[in-house]
């Protein structure tokens, strides 16, 4: 199985830009794909972004496209989630997955591992 965990997350201003970073370990010479999601309070999760291990197809929410960018660095086993021109409506906790299935990336069901979450929180 793999591990990940995130980091980066922190308060910024509405118009500012923060990078996430989700960190594996454990079995990661097998090919992961890796899925960001959020869930705000009160709310279900959601998926943010997905990537799959060839990094040749990446996928997006349409409430991010234009202003989230995913990327993986299979050298450092981590998973990069730029966020930019953030908007009070992206504050939630975001949690990175990964999962070795081949299903569509945005589908949650599919990620058998998670991190713990880190929060991120846009003031107006």
């Known amino acids: 199985q793999v591990q990940v965990a995130e980091s980066g997350g922190g308060l910024v201003q509405a118009g500012g830009s923060l990078r996430l970073s989700c960190a594996a370990s454990?079995?990661?010479?097998?090919?992961?794909?890796t899925g960001w999601f959020r869930q705000a309070p009160g709310k279900e999760r959601e998926f943010v972004a997905g990537?799959?291990?060839?990094?040749?197809?990446?996928y997006y929410a349409d409430s991010v496209k234009g202003r989230f960018t995913i990327s993986r660095d299979n050298a450092k086993k981590t998973v990069y989630l730029q966020m930019n021109s953030l908007k009070p409506e992206d504050t939630a906790v975001y949690y990175c997955?990964?999962?070795?299935?081949?299903?569509?990336?945005?589908?949650?069901?599919?990620?058998?591992?998670w991190g713990q979450g880190t929060q991120v929180t846009v003031s107006s």
């Open positions: 454990g079995r990661t010479y097998v090919s992961y794909h």
């Open positions: 990537i799959r291990w060839t990094a040749s197809s990446t």
């Open positions: 997955a990964a999962k070795y299935s081949t299903a569509p990336v945005d589908r949650m069901s599919e990620y058998d591992y």
